[in-house]
Structure formats: structure tokens, C-alpha cells
């Protein structure tokens, strides 16, 4: 993904740290925002993981730090929960200026709750994923209730929460009282997909079930097996992007992406060596996928290695030659498989790449037919390609 970081203004006159985070080729099919967890922030390594996977189905995102939280002004006493849609709000007012207006809006945890409110009130937000979310904001206090039990509206209080100190004050607590989160839950009436962990320590399942009966058709639900309610491992957070990006097709005006210039770029790959390790973001006009090294020479094994994709290039191309021959000469094949191997063998001296293609072809064929069938998978474009002569241009932007 390509970043840009942003300034935006809220009603109380505070900056909101802000990143858009835009697909590799730079042409959103459409945008979305990121509301974080609580007390988490923009730059959390799930929020930014969880963009990856929604930028590979063409979706821009806009995550930003709330009130108080990040590097956004203002204290975090500020960052109640009407702040926090407050929040919501102005985000979606400079996406409107500066961009377009979203129709997609995720939220994590409380910030799945502040998502869900938001939406009941912004047009065009048409469709809600929720990731371990609460099904009653009230839920929130449960972490620090035993420290502010007599706190009084005005007066402040330093609370540990999740291992961190900060200071709210009683109107802090009130915040997540003006609320009605299940009642809003019902009339919202716009599709939500509802991703949780079963064993989430922090907001247990059954908030999850409660979202999904309180929620009107169409909704979803997703279980993040295996997963901890902040999705520390990457490969849960990646998944999470993924099956929104997926889910949210059916939902969301996903605009084709301009005609590329054949004279440009036709895919984009970009690894970004702060972040990431091999794990590699790769795009076309209109599709995207990962590329990693496995995990025993250092990748995090996320998606095919470079030379599994030139092998399944070989592979994609060797079966749909084959359908088109079979199919203009009538033929009964039902099935075709191609198996690629890739190896590097000395050859006089010198190394040279050496791939194996064995074919499986399934229907109503007799010899004389899969042989030919076989003469005819050694003339696809990507096997011509990788047989002769290639020229690489390199240049510099």
C-alpha cells in the first residue's frame, strides 16, 4: 500500500492524526474508514495489517488516531464515546472534501461499536464489519470500574487500562451511557459482518452473538479462530482485511479501476521494509495478491514465493490453452491439471532454469487426443515466453 499521513480538525478544534493508505496502482475502487481499539491507535500493527488485505480488493482506507489517542491533540479524558463518533464524523467530512464519501466503515473492538453508531447516522456508509466488538458500550467500564467507583462528573482520576496509565474523569465514564448500542444495533438496517475470536480474552463471544441477533438480514458472522482479541499475529489480522475486502463486493459500489496505459505500469509490486519483512503487496487493474518467502529462509510465508507465481503463470496459462483447443475441437475434456516444478540444474557449465510441467487431463478422451492435448500445452504464451528470449528493461521513477 501507498501511505499519506493527514491532518484533520475536529469539532473541538483538535488535530486527528491520519493516514490513507491507497492500493499500489493509486486507483481506489472505492473507500472505507478504520475506527481503532480502545486505547490502541491508528499505527497499531493489526490496523495496518488489516489495510493491506482491504487495499489488495482495491479499497483506499483511511485509519486515524481518535482524540487524545496516537499522535492526535487533546487528552484522552477528551476521548469518550461521543468524541469518539464526533470523531467518526469529521473524518467522513474530509473524505467528502478531499476525496470521496466512503461506503464502508470497519471498526475494532470499541471502535467496532463507534462504527456501528456512525453508521445509523451517515447515508453514505453502506455496509459494517466489526471486529471483536462489544455488544453494549457499557462493557468498556468493566476494565477500570473498580478504580473510579465514586468518581464524581468534574473530577479526575489516573486508571490502568491494559497496562497503561491515563487519566479520565467521571463525564469520561458517563460518556458510554448515552448509548443504546443494542437498540441502534437493530434499527440500523445496513448489511454487517461481525468478526470475533471464540477465546477473546478481553470481549468475550457471546457479544458477538448478542450483535448478530440484534442486527437485521443481511448480516454475518465470522469466527477468528485461533486468534487474541488484539490479533497480534499478522497472519490473523491479514485474514480479517481479506474476508472484508471479499464480503464487502457484495455491498459497496466497487468502480472499475481506470484502463491502464499499456505504455505503463500493467502490475505494481511494493514491500515496505519498515513494516513488513518479504511479505510483498502485488496488484493489477483489478485484482491483488501476496507474495512472501517461506519461513526457512527468513519469510513469514504469508503467500507464494516470486518463483511459485512464475509457476503459476506456466500453470494458468498451460490449462486455459488446453480448454480452448479441446472446446474448438469438440472434445470431451471435463478437467485439466498442470503440475510445475521449478529447479536450477548446471547445464556445460552453466545454471540454467528448468521447469517440469506433468498434465492430468480428466473426460472422454482417448491417447491420440491427450497427446496432442500435450503438444498443445507446450504452445502456450507463458511457456513460449519462458522458452525464448526475454528482455528486461529496468528504469527509474
Same mark, same amino acid.
Given at each position: ?20 493508505? @491507497? =492500493?499500489?496502482?493509486?486507483? =481506489? ?7 481503532? &481499539? ?5 499505527? @497499531?500493527? *493489526? ?9 489488495? *480488493? ?28 464526533? $470523531? ?22 470499541? #471502535? ?6 456512525? *453508521?445509523?447516522?451517515? /447515508? ?21 470500574? /473498580? ?6 462528573? $468534574? ?6 487500562? #491494559? ?37 477473546? +480474552? ?5 457479544? *458477538? ?31 480479517? #482485511? ?51 518467502? =517461506?519461513?526457512?529462509?527468513?519469510? /513469514? ?15 494458468? &496459462? ?45 473426460? /472422454? ?5 491427450? +497427446? ?5 500445452? #507446450?504452445? &502456450? ?17
Amino acid at each position: 500500500m501507498k501511505t499519506t499521513a493527514l491532518k484533520i480538525d475536529n469539532q473541538k478544534g483538535n488535530d486527528l492524526q491520519a493516514f490513507i493508505d @491507497f =492500493p499500489n496502482n493509486q486507483q =481506489p475502487k472505492q473507500y472505507a474508514i478504520f475506527a481503532h &481499539c480502545f486505547t490502541c491507535n491508528s499505527q @497499531f500493527n *493489526a490496523a495496518r495489517s488489516i489495510v493491506q488485505g482491504l487495499n489488495r *480488493a482495491g479499497i483506499a482506507v483511511l485509519r486515524f488516531d481518535f482524540t487524545g489517542l496516537g499522535k492526535s491533540t487533546g487528552e484522552f479524558s477528551e476521548s469518550h464515546f461521543e468524541a469518539n463518533i464526533d $470523531d467518526i464524523l469529521a473524518v467522513n467530512n474530509y473524505m467528502k472534501e478531499h476525496y470521496q464519501l466512503p461506503e464502508l466503515i470497519i471498526g475494532h473492538s470499541l #471502535g467496532g461499536a463507534a462504527a456501528i453508531v456512525a *453508521a445509523s447516522s451517515l /447515508d453514505n456508509i453502506k455496509a459494517v464489519a466489526t471486529i471483536g466488538t462489544p455488544s453494549d458500550i457499557g462493557h468498556t467500564t468493566k476494565h477500570f470500574a /473498580d478504580q473510579i467507583s465514586h468518581l464524581g462528573t $468534574d473530577e479526575k482520576a489516573e486508571v490502568t487500562i #491494559g497496562g497503561r496509565s491515563f487519566v479520565i474523569t467521571g463525564r469520561f465514564v458517563e460518556g458510554f451511557k448515552q448509548h443504546n448500542l443494542p437498540e441502534i444495533t437493530k434499527k440500523l438496517r445496513k448489511p454487517i459482518l461481525i468478526l470475533h475470536a471464540p477465546f477473546d +480474552e478481553i470481549v468475550g463471544i457471546e457479544n *458477538a452473538h448478542e450483535i448478530y441477533q440484534n442486527a437485521m438480514h443481511p448480516k454475518s458472522f465470522v469466527s477468528l479462530d485461533g486468534a487474541n482479541h488484539l490479533l497480534s499475529n499478522k497472519a490473523d489480522s491479514l485474514y480479517v #482485511g481479506e474476508v472484508i475486502g471479499i464480503w464487502a463486493k457484495r455491498y459497496i459500489n466497487l468502480k472499475e479501476s481506470p484502463k491502464n496505459d499499456p505504455e505503463q505500469h500493467q502490475v505494481v509490486g511494493h514491500l515496505n521494509l519498515i513494516e513488513d519483512n518479504f511479505t510483498t503487496s502485488i496488484h493489477s487493474q483489478n485484482h491483488g495478491l501476496i507474495a512472501d518467502e =517461506p519461513l526457512d529462509v527468513g519469510g /513469514d510465508n504469508l503467500g507464494m514465493s516470486p518463483y511459485e507465481l512464475v509457476s503459476a503463470g506456466l500453470a494458468a &496459462c498451460t490449462v486455459m490453452t488446453v480448454k480452448l483447443y479441446a472446446e474448438r475441437k469438440k472434445w470431451n475434456l471435463q478437467e485439466a491439471f498442470a503440475y510445475i516444478s521449478h529447479k536450477k540444474e548446471t547445464v556445460d557449465n552453466k545454471k540454467i532454469d528448468v521447469f517440469t510441467k506433468t498434465l492430468q487431463f480428466i473426460g /472422454d478422451l482417448d491417447d491420440q487426443q491427450k +497427446e496432442r492435448l500435450r503438444q498443445i500445452a #507446450g504452445k &502456450c504464451p507463458v511457456h513460449r515466453t519462458l522458452e525464448g528470449e526475454v528482455q528486461i528493461e529496468t528504469t527509474l521513477i
